[in-house]
Every structure is written in C-alpha cells, then in structure tokens.
C-alpha cells in the first residue's frame, strides 16, 4: 500500500528571493518554470493512491478570504491539507470582520495564533502588500481587487506549456472584461515572461485607460507589459493559438458605459464561428466562474477544445506547489 510518505518532493529553492508570492511580475521565467515543475510534481503526488505527503506537517496555514471563492479557496484549502498542513478558514461573514475589526488587527491575529503563511484574496488591490509588511508568516495574494492573481496565471502558463510546450511565439487572445480583471494583469506579465504573443481585446469601456488611449505602454506609470490591443476579436483571433474569455465583473464596474449584453455577447462572445478562425489546434480558456452564454457560448465552453476543467484541475497542483516553495524553500 503507498502509504504517501515520500519527501522531499523536490530540492528546496534555497535561494529563492521572495517570502511571499504576492503577483507573478517579480518572478523571472526560470523562477516562474522552477514553480510549474514542482507542480508536476505535486501532480505525482495526486496520482498515488493515497494523495498525501508529510511535506508541511506541523505547517499552520490560514486561508483569509473577504470576497467569493470557490476554485482559488478550495484548492488552496485542499493543497495544504494533502501537504500535511493544519488549515484554517476564514472569511469576512461569520469572522469578527463582521464586528468591525479591521484587516491588520485580523492579521495580527491570526499571527498570534500561529499563522506560519496567509492566504489571502482581499476587495482591496495591495491588501496582501499591507498583510506582508504586518505579520512574519508568508503571504500568498489568492486575489486582490482588480489587480492581481498570481496563482490563477501560474496555473494557466501550466495548461499551455502541457498543450504547446515552449510558449516563445504562441498567440494567447484574451478577450472580456480587460479593465477589472486581475486575471488578465498577472497572465500579461507571466505570458511575456515565457514569451507569448499576448492579444488584449475589449470594448474600449472594459480596456485600462493607458492601453485603450492607445499610450505605450512602458510609457505609462504603471508599465505594463508589452501586449497588443484589439477592440475586434474577429480580427484579433485570425491564428490564435490560445483564446482565454473573461466574464464581465459587474461586481466592480461603477458605472463604466458599456454596451447592452446582447450587443456585448454579438461582438465578444467566444462562439464556434469564431473559434473557426484560430489556429486549428487552438486551446480554450476561462478562468472561472463562467457566465455561458454572454463572453462564451455553452458549446464552447464544453467543446473538445475546451481547457477549463483542466484549468482547475492544474490550480491543485500549482497551489501545492507555491505552497511548499514559501514554506520549506524560501530563503
Ligand atoms: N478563477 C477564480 O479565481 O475562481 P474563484 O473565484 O472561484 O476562486
């Protein structure tokens, strides 16, 4: 019987710089492989058939969430535990947040009780940039305001590069929601790290002001990457090799002037017509929660091309992954 006892996984990153995986656009290309092969790693481990290691025992990891969740708090919940980790939820209702106690003194908190690492998705862009500079343990950004999700770009660089190999030259469209989508800004930076053609394309409402102004963007403040913008995803799908759909974040528009969803849906709904137009071994991506039938009809969404369910798988293993680097190969 495989009694899952089997470390270590692999050699620690001893010189691995970062304490605490807060966005990808830090990480350099061989950092970033480092982590994706320490994911097929993990990968092994949830092929045995006990899937657990004693990697983190003794480990305390507290799983802070403030906004929804199901596939980021799942499996980061899920990774901890078949590491061998003690993990403890927490989220804005039901915790003393609801009785007024503020973000650091509930990190002070947690610490005090043991907290070795945090993970934590905030409403608040840099929330996990204040949570580092307040406790000692590592911190792990599962999402801030509209700003960053490193793990969801990991896990996405891991379907492609299972699907193409080598991404230098691969043409990745993302299409939806640009303007309030951390998904978007942490794939720019992790996709043109490993050397991806990245399209953006949306509605110019639904577009950061820099890029839909048509600024440079290393010329602006807030530099990002080099990509290119589409407002026509007919257009910009003409080869692709990879096509990644957003939904819109009601949740975060305020007011933004946007097109009705019905004329939303007739211009950037992910269809099998459009579909046509990529390349012919072109994968499709969605990072969840979906809303079919507006950014991706349901056809698509379940076609032979479809990689989402292999999305959520891959987030397990990439989870562990970043998990176990923190924690026992950090410096
Ligand atoms: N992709 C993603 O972050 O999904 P959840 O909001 O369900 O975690």
Redesign the pocket.
Do not use: D, L, M
């Given at each position: 019987m495989d009694t899952g006892a089997r470390t270590p996984l692999v050699e620690p990153v001893v010189d691995w710089r970062h304490r605490h995986l807060l966005d990808v656009d830090v990480l350099s290309e061989a950092e970033i492989m480092r982590i994706l092969s320490t994911a097929d790693a993990m990968a092994e481990v949830l092929q045995r058939n006990v899937a657990r290691t004693p990697a983190l025992r003794g480990v305390t990891i507290f799983n802070l969430f403030y906004?929804?969740?199901?596939?980021?708090?799942?499996s980061f919940e899920l990774a901890g535990k078949i590491l061998g980790a003690d993990v403890i939820n927490v989220s804005g209702s039901g915790s003393s947040v609801e009785k007024g106690e503020s973000l650091v003194e509930t990190l002070n908190t947690i610490s005090a009780v043991g907290a070795d690492a945090v993970v934590m998705?905030h409403h608040a862009s840099g929330a996990p940039w204040l949570a580092a500079r307040t406790i000692d343990g590592h911190i792990v950004n599962?999402?801030d305001g509209q700003h960053a999700?490193p793990t969801?770009a990991l896990l996405d660089a891991y379907v492609l590069i299972k699907e193409f190999g080598d991404l230098t030259g691969r043409k990745v469209v993302i299409v939806g929601d640009i303007l309030h989508s951390r998904?978007a800004r942490s794939n720019l930076w992790s996709l043109t790290t490993l050397g991806a053609e990245v399209t953006l394309v949306a509605p110019r409402p639904l577009l950061p002001a820099a890029l839909s102004n048509g600024a440079s963007e290393r010329e602006h403040p807030l530099a990002l990457p080099s990509v290119r913008v589409e407002s026509d995803l007919d257009r910009a799908i003409v080869g692709a090799d990879a096509v990644m759909a957003l939904r819109i974040q009601n949740e975060r528009l305020r007011g933004n002037l946007l097109p009705s969803s019905a004329e939303y849906a007739r211009r950037y709904q992910l269809t099998s017509e459009r579909i046509a137009d990529a390349s012919p071994e072109a994968i499709v991506m969605h990072?969840?929660?979906m809303n079919e039938g507006v950014e991706i009809a349901v056809d698509v969404a379940h076609s032979p091309q479809s990689r989402i369910e292999a999305q959520v798988s891959a987030?397990l293993a990439v989870r562990m992954a970043v998990l176990f680097l923190l924690i026992r190969g950090g410096a």
């Open positions: 906004e929804a969740s199901t596939r980021t708090r799942s998705r599962a999402g999700h969801q998904v990072p969840g929660p987030g």
